[in-house]
């Protein structure tokens, strides 16, 4: 223990030099801006970043790497509470409670939960590498894919929360995200599905287009249809996010839960901050005294998310510094960071260079600290934009989708994807059909066949592997009561 | 009414179904002893045709539709406009280029939305559209669509004259 802190000590020393300072505070405001403009996601930041690394040493490099990280994981939650944009899918749940929020006059509020909720899970997730990642990873490599596929099943199950109105709309919505996951050519066999001809079908439907399409453009038509008036935030006089720290005590179940849900789930190679972010609301709503509000602007449920993707950040750190495995996408970026470097990130990292790993840990910790300060600051900027009129603010919001969809493979046909699911979204919005669990089925929908159809290979078809596994038998429990239980109390009040 | 309501799922129903039927071809690239890369669309498939099924039974068995947004009144002819507007920028961007397409969208968009002073229109309008192309053009590297013949001729004498190339 006592060694642990002393090697903090040295990392903050590191970290707080003046160059490494401000590669940290310029890594967040690049990944906070990237995070919040939709269609450049955290990760083409980290990569757009990597070449600039070269020059540096390995700890500047990753500490660079570290502030785009933290920032771009909470920079989707800004566009996603003020315009209903997610900058990234996993700021999805973010949307739905946060632009709830902000649409009956409590954009600030939502705001500054965000950015408390995702630096404590963040800090959390940080001190919890520096201290416990060695025992943590041990555990965590004893997972495989059969348990990921048990996880990512209870985030898919989570949709029981979202049929506000009805449960069988909610798995139309659901089932047909998940086809739409299953468009395009199939990794393991090579073989097109449901391409019919069409060219650009055959890379699939890039689920940022069902994103902006539905979440964006679905409802500025809906608004220009219905003359909705634009959220109470775009009447006042100035949207000021405030820091809710004494509002935050009550939610402190959620912040636990989210960050505690962040880590584990961010623990596991590959599962990242998405799932962890559904995961954690999923949750939330099963053990909220009041689950009929979610998906309408419930605080616990913004939090619980928001904690959970910062909070997955120092999960997937753990397997990187400590095993050598990147734990997510961003992680294996940073890994090809070390290799470039001459430096095999594993075991022997913490013996071998305990001063370099320690920075990197204490660059972390600082990241986290400072993104309250940034992260207030870049919500202050982008509020401001609530106070441009609707019919201006609709349009660009039009044009920057257009513009954030062509970005994605520098294809029109991305454009019209975007388009025609925005048409789509309008219909859904005014038929009932929730939103929400169609983009967690194309999200999560592929995650789930992948963890499966391997599970399947590696046991030989057997399907009994999930419940005889202990770790997967409990998710999966839990998956069930969780899609069971509104059922069962459905029947009953029946 | 309630046979409208409860058509629309039953469309869900016969969409699956012909997707099934789709499915069959991707039978033949599978192994022995391997559930193949039609097994989990199929799933999904038939979860998709459950679920329809039970949301038709739903709206058969539901004697008024509940939900906010069904009873907010709909402004047909806004609508449509607006949809004809999108449609037609992303139809035109390739051929006049971004910046012409953009600004004639950003101004008839704005227009539509019930902004009708001309000054702010062509402000916004020809503003928005230099902000962008040099934030995504100039800063960002973004290929945005020139356009074709004359207009790929202007999009770059505009781009000339910002500085941008």
């Known amino acids: 223990m006592s060694e642990i802190v002393a090697g903090l000590g040295v990392g903050f020393v590191n970290a707080l030099a003046p160059l490494n300072f401000l590669l940290i505070v310029g890594g967040l405001a690049i990944g906070i801006v990237a995070g919040a403009l939709p269609g450049i996601t955290m990760l083409n930041a980290i990569v757009l970043v990597l070449p600039f690394t070269y020059l540096m040493g390995i700890v500047p490099a990753l500490l660079l790497m570290i502030g785009v990280y933290c920032g771009g994981v909470f920079g989707g939650s800004i566009t996603a509470i003020l315009f209903n944009i997610p900058g990234d899918p996993m700021n999805v749940p973010t949307a739905w409670e946060g632009y709830a929020m902000n649409r009956r006059g409590e954009g600030q509020y939502a705001l500054g939960l965000a950015i ?3 630096a404590v899970g963040g800090l959390v997730s940080a001190l919890f ?27 898919l199950a989570s949709v029981s929360v979202l049929g506000q109105h009805s449960m069988a709309a909610a798995f139309v919505s659901l089932f047909a995200g998940a086809f739409l996951g299953t468009v395009g050519t199939e990794a393991q066999y090579g073989v097109e599905r449901f391409v019919f001809d069409v060219p650009f079908l055959r890379t699939g439907v890039d689920f940022v287009t069902v994103l902006i399409g539905l979440f964006a453009i679905g409802e500025v038509l809906d608004q220009l249809a219905a003359g909705t008036p634009p959220p109470p935030a775009t009447r006042g006089p100035r949207t000021v996010p405030r820091l809710p720290v004494r509002a935050l005590w009550p939610l402190r179940g959620s912040l636990a839960r989210g960050t505690a849900v962040g880590i584990a789930v961010g623990g596991l190679a590959g599962a990242g901050a998405t799932v962890s972010s559904f995961v954690a609301y999923g949750l939330e709503k099963q053990v909220a005294k009041d689950p009929g509000l979610f998906g309408r602007g419930h605080a616990g449920g913004l939090v619980a998310a928001e904690s959970a993707n910062n909070g997955s950040t120092g999960g997937a750190m753990i397997h990187l510094l400590t095993l050598g495995i990147p734990g997510s996408a961003a992680t294996a970026i940073m890994m090809g960071a070390f290799l470039i470097h001459g430096i095999q990130p594993g075991p022997l990292l913490f013996t071998s260079q305990p001063e370099q790993v320690y920075t990197i840990v204490a660059g972390m910790i600082l990241a986290n600290v400072l993104m309250i300060a940034l992260g207030f600051a870049a919500a202050l900027s982008f509020a401001t934009l609530m106070k441009v009129p609707a019919p201006i603010l609709n349009t660009f919001i039009v044009v920057f989708c257009f513009v954030g969809a062509f970005a994605l493979r520098n294809d029109m046909a991305d454009v019209w994807l975007t388009m025609l699911f925005g048409i789509a979204g309008f219909f859904m919005r005014r038929w009932d059909l929730p939103i929400p669990p169609l983009v967690m089925g194309i999200i999560l929908g592929p995650m789930a066949e992948s963890y499966f159809l391997t599970s399947m290979v590696a046991h030989g078809n057997d399907l009994t592997v999930f419940v005889t596994r202990p770790v997967s038998a409990v998710v999966l429990a839990l998956s069930a009561a969780m899609l069971l239980w509104p059922i069962i109390r459905h029947v009953r009040r029946a | 009414m309630t046979a409208r309501r409860v058509a629309a799922p039953l469309l869900g129903v016969l969409a699956a179904v012909l997707l099934l039927l789709a499915s069959g071809g991707l039978d033949t690239v599978s192994a022995p002893g391997q559930l193949g890369p039609a097994f989990w669309p199929r799933l999904v498939l038939t979860g998709l045709l459950i679920a329809c099924l039970a949301k038709a039974f739903e709206e058969w068995r539901a004697p008024e539709r509940h939900g906010d947004a069904a009873r907010t009144p709909v402004a047909r002819g806004r609508l449509v406009a607006a949809i004809v507007l999108l449609v037609l920028y ?11 397409a953009t600004a004639a969208f950003i101004a008839s968009f ?17 503003g928005a559209t230099v902000t962008l192309l040099y934030v995504f053009v100039r800063l960002v590297y973004l290929p945005l669509p020139k356009g074709a013949g004359p207009a790929e001729e202007l999009t770059l004498a505009l781009y000339r004259a910002l500085g941008i190339f």
């Not at chain 1, 060695?134 to 965590?140: L, M, Q, V």
């Not at chain 2, 992303?90 to 012409?100: D, E």
């Open chain 1, 116 to 118: 408390v909720a995702s």
């Open chain 2, 110 to 126: 704005m227009a539509l939305a019930g902004v009708r002073a001309p000054l702010t229109l062509g402000l916004a309008a020809v």
């Open chain 1, 129 to 155: 590498l520096a201290f416990l990642a060695p025992p943590f990873a041990k555990i965590a490599l004893g997972f495989s894919t059969v348990e990921f596929f048990a996880v990512v099943v209870f985030g």
């Open chain 2, 90 to 100: 992303v139809l035109l961007a390739p051929r006049l280029g971004f910046p012409l």
